[in-house]
């Protein structure tokens, strides 16, 4: 491996506390392989603490090769020292495709042309050879739930082309990460092959988890979920998933906080700039309603039947719990649930501004609820997948 700089690269050791944790992982003998992303490096990094705003020294994007080269670079049978991808021989038959997607010269999360090349280089390699290949990357390639695509940074934009390209490639899973869900997701391409995304949650968050994943051989696999042990970290005394749910509530409580009181904020939060204000009126008066109703008064607001199970639910504490569903995984308002009939029943008697929205934008609202607030598919903690 040319290029590696010894003195630059034990300087930097000392200065990042996470290289040490992951040569104490290596100590206890686990193979550790690293794939890195945006958020490994920033030139103009911030942080907070007792004194208030510090800008401490930023990790640049050409020291990431040195600073985790032992954990996959040095033992890589094949690398792409551009976009820092490579190909590690995981076991006999096994090979693991690396894929960093730090993205083109535009910042966009995608894998680049040069970059795709390799791949399908790397791919045809391990086909000829008899290798079964999976893969890891940061951004998801499928989404988790329909709103993914509609946000900016969730995903990699170009993720239908990537995963065709991967599954018709003979690559049929892969783990991803950045949104900190669990979520087990197929797409089948249109000939035929399977292509997997398995996103875990985070270690320090909600979900707080790992997975045990068994590849049984070239058509299955097998997921297992592990919540997070307890670690040593003042948890106020609250389990890890009491703490870590408390810590994600709060998150969302403060944006619903905004919609009624900073409204401004929150709209500069979901991207936008420079709202006019008669939208920042129009999301105040919004958030104030939310903030005050209840399932069951909205729903006869809107002339929709109620489950008494569920009407004196109050409206921000249900919208919370669908979105935090999301994140968690298996989202539990499937068709048959009060919750879904309340939701599906207030979307229907919008339909006649949906079948708008669907005509002018393409995007079928209902659809969309539909599969964000219920789950489907393969239990997304503990299941067998099919491969091929």
Not at 65 to 91: C, P
Not at 203 to 227: H, Q
Not at 340 to 362: E, N, P, Q
Request: charged residues 30%; proline residues 4%; contains cysteine.
């Amino acid at each position: 491996m040319a290029g590696r700089s010894e003195g630059r690269r034990h300087r930097a050791d000392r200065r990042r506390p996470v290289i040490e944790l992951l040569k104490k992982l290596k100590a206890a003998g686990k193979r550790v392989y690293v794939i890195t992303a945006g958020h490994d490096f920033n030139d103009h990094p911030f942080c907070f603490d007792e004194n208030g705003r510090g800008e401490p020294e930023g990790t640049k994007r050409e020291e990431l090769f040195d600073l985790y080269y032992e954990f996959g670079f040095s033992d890589a049978i094949a690398v792409d020292r551009e976009s820092l991808s490579y190909v590690a021989q995981l076991s006999d038959g096994l090979r693991l495709l690396a894929l960093n997607n730090d993205g083109d010269e535009n910042r966009r999360w995608v894998f680049t042309e040069k970059q795709t090349a390799w791949i399908k280089e790397q791919t045809k390699k391990a086909r000829e050879e008899g290798q079964t290949m999976i893969a890891m990357t940061h951004y998801p390639l499928l989404a988790a739930c329909p709103v993914w695509p509609l946000i900016g940074n969730c995903m990699n934009p170009d993720h239908e082309n990537a995963t065709t390209m991967l599954a018709d490639e003979g690559v049929h899973l892969c783990f991803t990460g950045h949104m900190h869900n669990q979520s087990v997701k197929c797409k089948v391409t249109e000939q035929g092959n399977k292509f997997w995304d398995v996103c875990t949650g985070s270690l320090i968050g909600d979900p707080s988890c790992m997975r045990l994943v068994t590849i049984e051989s070239p058509e299955k696999a097998k997921i297992e979920t592990i919540p997070t042990p307890p670690f040593d970290w003042d948890m106020e005394g609250l389990t890890n998933e009491e703490y870590f749910k408390r810590q994600f509530n709060m998150m969302i409580n403060n944006y619903l906080d905004f919609a009624e009181h900073n409204p401004k904020r929150l709209l500069g939060k979901l991207g936008m700039k420079n709202p006019n204000g008669a939208l920042v009126k129009l999301v105040g008066v919004f958030g104030k309603k939310i903030n005050r109703a209840t399932v069951g008064s909205t729903c006869r607001f809107f002339r929709v039947k109620c489950d008494d199970s569920i009407k004196d639910r109050p409206l921000r504490e249900l919208m919370l719990a669908i979105v935090r569903n999301i994140f968690v995984g298996n989202a539990p308002y499937v068709q048959g649930t009060p919750e879904y009939d309340a939701v599906m029943g207030v979307l229907g008697r919008l339909s006649f501004i949906l079948k708008k929205v669907k005509k002018k934008k393409g995007l079928d609202i209902k659809a969309l609820v539909r599969d964000s607030i219920g789950h489907y598919g393969v239990d997304e903690y503990n299941c067998e997948i099919e491969l091929l």
